[in-house]
């Protein structure tokens, strides 16, 4: 799979000689922002910051080269910053950006003498950033309260660069009026690079622990950068990066408004950047209706979105310039829904010229065993295999997407198949004669082969058109995972034995290029949450073994904030993790689960 550099987005707008206040709120720990463009910054191996809300400063601090770990793959995120400490990661800050004194001399600390920090401390003495606890003291091995620390970074602002913050009003009634580090505390508020501890309170008196230290260093590294006074340091992941190496996507489909205006578009982009978010996966296809300029699809009769309006033109253009990529989705089964009951059906619709209503030598839906007529396309009519790849073709030649993404590549049930044109299909491929019961072993084989065939045609229209574009597609896993992680534990799952999506072949065999399976379990129900794991388990030792990308897909709508984050971590340790979906990423649609899943880089683990 190909990953995407994001565009860093700014967390303040900055003056020439002072720098602005950032709005009125406290910033959040976040830090995607100028100084820590997520493309950019390696993944670190730390194994005790995974679930740590300042991961992605703990990464970003370790790339400017301001932190260290206790080891390769311990960072101690919750033990104390010294004074020490301190010191040396404004140090290193200003020597990274060329505004450390030569020649400076001791500052006359009679216990740094010997000490590992002493010529950092001895820098930031020199310039005014640090006192002493004594005229002969400095303490280094003290740790550094909330209030110290903005003092500190307050006056690395003004004596280390000549760029003072300006002052900001004080919301919290824990900071008394004569405090020396009153004013500080205030800039450093308006200027997003702490926040309290709650609306009111800012906690002073309590210690900075490791991770902690490093968002608020990373903010600072961050409006520098803004400012021209730091540039970003020159080493990028590897290919094999732990982290930038893995997909985070998630789905945007077209039963709202996000899609269909630019404004949206926009505000979709945004969001999905500021989350570190590297792939959207956009519905462009609702029901075999276009929502981008088509020769083979009806134009969508959507009274939602413009005649004019090219919803897959505008995304690709809005998230490519934010180096995010774009996958067409295509809902392949599905031929109406009940959006559609009251809007005028356009000419040379599918639901309309081959749907059930549709004169039965013209039908491409499906028909049970029993003669039920279905909604859905049949995957063994040869009509809808061709069709299929005249919809991929078209996107692959007309538009610069990153993948095209299919959904509902299978049947509904294995009663279905029924479809007459279908039924000849068989006949004529395997030689028998009339009408297989829906457990006949040689009609279920045939027609699992049909939901594979669409899947290889597919991406020999791509192959075809030379472009260098992902195919994947979205995957059942209803109920129970596989008891063993290969082949014989799969076809006993209901992917096989119900929907005859054998996509654990397509897997094996390379037949596409990434596979997203669609977890959709509510954590919180017990039964529930053991099906998700089991599914995770097996994906991972599929993902493990093979070039295409397994990025599993955890039901956010389904689930509760922390849920989420619990299975967006779990997916991460196979390829990745795509979202359903970006409308309601959790179960009450909550926004901020967003911010939190770039506070922990979406839960990556190093130890894969």
């Not at 978010?277 to 413009?306: C, F, K, M, W």
Request: hydrophobic share 40%; aromatic share 8%.
């Amino acid at each position: 799979m190909r990953t995407s550099s994001l565009l860093s987005i700014t967390i303040g707008v900055l003056m020439a000689t002072t720098l602005a206040p950032v709005g009125v709120s406290p910033a959040s720990a976040t830090t995607v922002s100028q100084g820590c463009p997520s493309a950019s910054v390696p993944a670190t191996g730390y194994t005790d910051t995974v679930t740590s809300s300042h991961r992605s400063a703990i990464d970003c601090a370790t790339w400017w080269g301001l932190v260290e770990g206790r080891s390769a793959t311990s960072f101690a995120p919750t033990r104390e910053v010294t004074r020490g400490q301190t010191a040396a990661m404004i140090s290193r800050l200003l020597r990274e950006s060329g505004q450390a004194p030569e020649g400076v001399g001791s500052a006359g600390f009679v216990d740094t003498e010997g000490h590992l920090f002493e010529e950092d401390i001895d820098l930031l003495a020199a310039l005014g950033i640090v006192t002493g606890t004594t005229t002969t003291t400095y303490d280094p091995d003290a740790p550094v309260n909330r209030a110290q620390m903005a003092s500190i970074l307050s006056r690395t602002f003004e004596f280390g660069y000549q760029r003072p913050l300006l002052p900001g009003p004080m919301p919290f009634q824990d900071v008394a009026p004569d405090s020396v580090h009153r004013d500080a505390i205030a800039s450093l508020v308006a200027a997003g690079v702490t926040a309290g501890t709650s609306p009111t309170t800012y906690s002073p008196g309590l210690d900075v622990p490791r991770a902690q230290m490093a968002s608020f260093v990373t903010r600072v590294a961050g409006l520098l950068t803004a400012e021209g006074a730091l540039q970003l340091p020159e080493r990028r992941p590897g290919v094999d990066d732990a982290y930038a190496s893995r997909m985070r996507a998630t789905w945007v489909h077209l039963f709202d408004d996000t899609l269909k205006t630019s404004a949206g578009i926009d505000r979709l982009v945004a969001e999905v950047a500021a989350a570190d978010g590297n792939t959207i996966i956009a519905q462009v296809i609702r029901r075999h209706d276009a929502y981008y300029h088509s020769e083979v699809l009806p134009r969508t009769p959507d009274p939602n979105v413009s005649v004019t309006f090219d919803v897959l033109g505008e995304l690709l253009e809005a998230a490519h310039s934010a180096g995010i990529e774009v996958h067409a989705w295509f809902s392949v089964a599905p031929t109406t829904h009940g959006v559609y009951a009251d809007l005028t059906a356009p000419e040379g619709w599918i639901a309309t010229d081959h749907g059930r209503e549709a004169p039965t030598d013209q039908r491409w839906v499906s028909r049970t065993s029993d003669g039920a007529w279905s909604d859905y396309l049949d995957p063994g009519v040869p009509e809808v295999q061709a069709h299929v790849v005249e919809v991929v073709t078209e996107i692959a030649q007309r538009y610069p997407v990153d993948g095209i993404h299919l959904d509902y590549v299978r049947y509904q049930s294995a009663q279905h198949g029924y479809n007459p044109k279908a039924l000849d299909a068989f006949r004529a491929a395997t030689g028998a004669s009339g009408v297989p019961a829906a457990d006949d072993r040689e009609w279920l084989e045939w027609r699992r082969e049909q939901t594979r065939r669409i899947i290889l045609d597919a991406r020999a229209a791509i192959a075809d058109v030379d472009q260098d574009i992902a195919l994947s597609a979205a995957v059942i896993t209803w109920g129970d995972g596989p008891s063993t992680h290969d082949r014989a534990g799969f076809r006993q799952t209901m992917p096989y034995t119900r929907t005859l999506q054998d996509w654990d072949r397509w897997v094996r065999e390379g037949a596409l290029d990434a596979v997203m399976p669609m977890n959709y379990y509510r954590y919180h129900i017990p039964e529930q949450a053991r099906w998700f794991d089991r599914w995770l388990a097996y994906e991972r030792v599929l993902a493990a073994g093979s070039s295409v990308a397994v990025v599993p897909g955890p039901g956010g709508y389904l689930n509760r904030p922390d849920n989420v984050l619990i299975q967006v971590r779990a997916a991460m340790r196979a390829d990745g993790a795509t979202v359903y979906s970006y409308q309601q990423p959790t179960d009450d649609a909550s926004r901020h689960v967003w911010t939190r899943l770039a506070e922990r880089r979406w839960g990556y683990d190093p130890q894969r």
